[in-house]
């Protein structure tokens, strides 16, 4: 019995909402996001780029999604995405988790 059975329990005349995932799961890309690792002013940083068709609202929202997994901080700058350290492995499942491509650069 998981919590939202024992709340549906506890609380039998309560109207439970589903939960909604801003994201979408499937992106309409062909060509694959490149994910690559770098170093400014001594920092390692992740970058992600090669979104043709995606607006930056949903970059900026894939970067949210990113930034709260991973607990780091970053940016979206020009088309790219920017997320502090080297967390490629775990950014690259997500982003196919989201429906991306993902190919990976440097190293």
């Known amino acids: 019995m998981d919590l939202k059975d024992q709340l549906k329990n506890l609380f039998p005349d309560h109207?439970?909402?589903e939960s909604e995932d801003n994201?979408?799961?499937s992106y309409n890309q062909q060509d694959p996001v490149i994910c690559k690792y770098e170093k400014r002013?001594?920092?390692p940083i992740t970058i992600i780029e090669?979104?043709?068709s995606i607006k930056e609202k949903d970059q900026k929202e894939i970067a949210k999604r990113l930034k709260t997994m991973l607990s780091v901080g970053g940016t979206v700058k020009g088309g790219k995405?920017?997320?502090q350290g080297?967390?490629?492995d775990r950014i690259m499942k997500e982003l196919v988790k989201i429906g991306f491509k993902v190919k990976r650069v440097g190293g």
Request: hydrophobic share 40%; proline share 0%.
């Open 41 to 43: 002013k001594g920092k």
């Open 81 to 83: 995405i920017i997320i």
């Open 50 to 52: 090669g979104f043709i």
């Open 86 to 88: 080297d967390n490629r």
């Open 15 to 17: 109207k439970f909402k």
């Open 23 to 25: 994201i979408k799961n």
